[in-house]
């Protein structure tokens, strides 16, 4: 079984920063793809950012000047750290990691629970 948790979600003001850490534990062989979703209310599950095993990052178009995806292989942890904060940025984010259990098993997608950011004045 694997599992996915989250921290680092909360209320801040606009323009101002938060940096959102997931940790993958479980049964692991490999973890390959980790990225960062977020969702509003009425909105589908949108990407953030996603960053391959080797350090690849891809971003949404809007986001890659303000926001940052890294991750610590030993750890098995992924962040995302956020910069300047806009109301627009307020949502439900979740991590998603692509993960290996065994040398001969295929890979399987699970998600986090989700942490709430909330950016307002």
């Known amino acids: 079984q694997v599992q996915l948790a989250e921290s680092g979600g909360g209320l801040v003001q606009p323009g101002g920063s938060l940096r959102l850490s997931c940790a993958v534990s479980g049964t692991i062989f490999r973890i390959n793809d980790m990225s960062w979703y977020r969702q509003t209310p009425g909105k589908e599950r949108e990407l953030v950012a996603s960053i391959t095993a080797g350090g690849r990052t891809k971003y949404a178009d809007s986001l890659e000047d303000r926001f940052d995806i890294s991750r610590h292989n030993g750890k098995n942890t992924v962040y995302l750290q956020m910069n300047n904060l806009e109301p627009e940025d307020t949502a439900i984010y979740y991590c998603?990691?692509?993960?290996?259990?065994?040398?001969?098993?295929?890979?399987?997608?699970?998600w986090g629970q989700g942490t709430r950011v909330t950016v307002s004045s």
């Open positions: 998603r990691a692509q993960v290996v259990t065994s040398w001969h098993a295929a890979t399987t997608t699970y």
